[in-house]
């Protein structure tokens, strides 16, 4: 099984402007319906990051990292695209981790 780790900021766009709340909340809604829809579900939390900027300043701001476990990986690159053009981002930070794990039903 493979662990899929998507990690987008969500306090500013790709020109340093702030994304607005509705913005934000109707982009998150997108990229959640999206994760389920491809990959049957995911878990989400917030997260803090910071990166410098093309003038060499340090960016802090909020985001949200998905967690989606999965046999089906072939739309990965796909999803965080469209994360990052629902967010009008530069990068979304996709990582992918060979795990030993399994859904534990009643």
């Given amino acids: 099984m493979k662990l899929l780790t998507f990690i987008v900021g969500t306090g500013e766009n790709r020109h340093g402007d702030l994304i607005s709340e509705k913005d934000k909340r109707i982009a998150l ?13 995911y878990t989400e939390s917030a997260t803090l990051g910071g990166w410098m900027n093309p003038q060499g300043k340090l960016v802090t701001e909020q985001g949200r990292k998905f967690e989606v476990y999965t046999y089906k990986t072939e739309n990965a ?3 965080a695209n469209t994360m990052a053009r629902l967010l009008n981002q530069h990068s979304v930070v996709l990582s992918k981790s060979d795990v030993i794990s399994e859904f534990v039903e009643q």
């Fill in 77 to 79: 690159l796909d999803c």
């Fill in 29 to 41: 809604d997108k990229i959640r319906a999206m994760l389920a829809s491809e990959f049957g579900g």
